[in-house]
């Protein structure tokens, strides 16, 4: 049975008879069928029948309905309803805005509005340098999304991708106090998009592009960039690099290896590929051999696509060709941001001495992290029901934090770097060890360090 996970709680509201035997019977029924118990309730009871909530985790939906099966198959018990508690949790949408000035009275509303407000805008006229301190921009993100590349799920559009969005905008108020607002646009347009986000830009102190799909992402990020005067982060390019460098950095500490003399394979050349190879390249990695649906990109290939074509222009020095499997012989690293189940365990072997193994891919990983164990010295993913979670939210509030505060106008390779290195501090020598590569999301001092080393202090 796989691991139960949070995401796929439910809560039951049972109906049983009078007896207290009857509770525990279900108890042990949904522990029999995998599931885990985590809150018990008697919501109404009388001398005809109890009235019982149970809240137990499932791995997925279909082991929630088996969950819900073996309660009711409990004699005396009837299954009234069911709820799914993360539907629950998203009823009305999780973020909201609330203001930050008392409006008590006239006096309140002519000075947070008309007539005062006309004075803040005429001296923002005049001296346009001052919004930022003046206003929501110096301390607001646009979470920018087209919906064309939604976590695992692919292209859902952007009223699906909304959810996620609005997910964003709140680990943005909880790790770093930014107001971020959930932007989906309705448009796969390159020209549109690009478009759009200039004509809101105004209102922003930064854009974090979310979940646009590779290669339209690339030239997206690239003439925002150029057009805008304020920071534009892809965090399924950037903020992926940024942990997954930090998380590697401390794995090889742990492997007794340096960056500058490992081979690394990565599989997966899209937007988080490429971001990731190109920070890796930046910290001195020198045999990075990337594969993906044509095999080990190779710079003598010239059926590539352009993207690729330039992903393999600064990778695979030893020009190898062929399969995953031919990637991984003799690499010290397996990086993967691509699909799953792409890595039979058996192929690390393969690898070089004690070998790191990254299945980053999600929900489900390019490898069994409990299978990798069994042959790498080191296994990360991005799952929450394993060591070692490689997870964004180490890094993208803490790089808008500095990025707001310096005011700054673009966001630069060396900060990335800088960002990086303050994730692996957090880890300290004492700490650290094959399980433990990476600080938890709710490490006092993560988001705090990452912002400081982008602002350079």
């Not at 709680?9 to 279900?26: C, E, P």
């Not at 976590?151 to 930014?178: C, H, S, T």
């Not at 999301?441 to 602002?455: E, N, S, T, Y």
Request: glycine share 8%; proline share 5%.
């Amino acid at each position: 049975m796989a691991a139960t996970a949070s995401s796929y709680s439910i809560t039951m509201r049972l109906h049983t008879a009078a007896d207290n035997g009857v509770v525990g019977a279900v108890a042990s029924a949904i522990s029999a069928a995998g599931g885990i118990v985590t809150g018990i309730d008697v919501a109404d009871s009388s001398a005809a029948r109890l009235v019982v909530d149970v809240t137990c985790s499932a791995s997925d939906a279909e082991h929630a309905q088996q969950l819900e099966a073996a309660a009711e198959s409990v004699e005396g018990v009837a299954v009234h309803r069911v709820s799914d508690r993360t539907f629950l949790l998203h009823i009305g949408g999780k973020i909201e805005v609330t203001s930050k000035v008392p409006l008590r009275n006239r006096d309140d509303l002519s000075m947070a509005y008309t007539p005062g407000v006309g004075r803040v805008s005429l001296a923002l006229a005049e001296n346009p340098g001052d919004v930022p301190r003046l206003t929501i921009k110096g301390n607001s993100v646009a979470v920018v999304t087209d919906g064309s590349a939604v976590l695992g799920l692919g292209n859902v559009g952007p009223g699906a991708a909304l959810p996620v969005m609005e997910g964003k905008a709140a680990l943005f108020k909880r790790f770093a106090d930014i107001d971020a607002w959930p932007i989906c646009l309705a448009s796969q347009d390159t020209d549109e998009i690009v478009r759009a986000v200039e004509m809101i830009a105004p209102g922003f102190g930064g854009i974090n592009l979310e979940d646009i799909a590779a290669p339209r992402c690339f030239e997206i990020e690239r003439r925002l960039r150029e057009s805008l005067d304020i920071p534009v982060f892809h965090d399924d390019q950037h903020g992926t690099a940024i942990v997954v460098l930090a998380a590697l950095t401390n794995a090889l500490r742990v492997v007794k290896k340096d960056i500058t003399d490992v081979r690394i394979a990565v599989s997966g050349g899209g937007a988080a590929g490429t971001a990731i190879v190109t920070l890796l390249l930046a910290a001195g990695a020198p045999d990075i051999v990337v594969w993906d649906r044509e095999g080990c990109l190779s710079r003598d290939d010239e059926t590539l696509p352009p993207a690729k074509r330039e992903l393999a222009a600064m990778t695979n020095p030893r020009q190898v060709r062929g399969d995953l499997r031919a990637a991984l012989d003799g690499a010290d690293v397996f990086i993967g941001v691509s699909g799953p189940r792409l890595l039979q365990a058996e192929w690390i072997q393969d690898m070089a001495d004690q070998p790191v193994v990254f299945a980053l891919a999600n929900p489900d990983p390019e490898v069994d992290p409990a299978e990798a164990q069994k042959y790498a010295a080191v296994v990360a993913s991005g799952r929450s029901d394993y060591p070692n979670q490689i997870n964004n939210v180490l890094a993208f509030p803490g790089v808008f934090r500095g990025l707001l505060d310096a005011r700054a106008s673009e966001i630069t390779l060396d900060m990335l770097l800088r960002a990086a290195e303050a994730i692996a501090l957090v880890v300290k020598d004492d700490e650290l060890n094959p399980a433990f590569i990476i600080p938890t999301v709710f490490h006092p001092d993560v988001q705090r360090k990452v912002a400081a080393a982008v602002r350079g202090v």
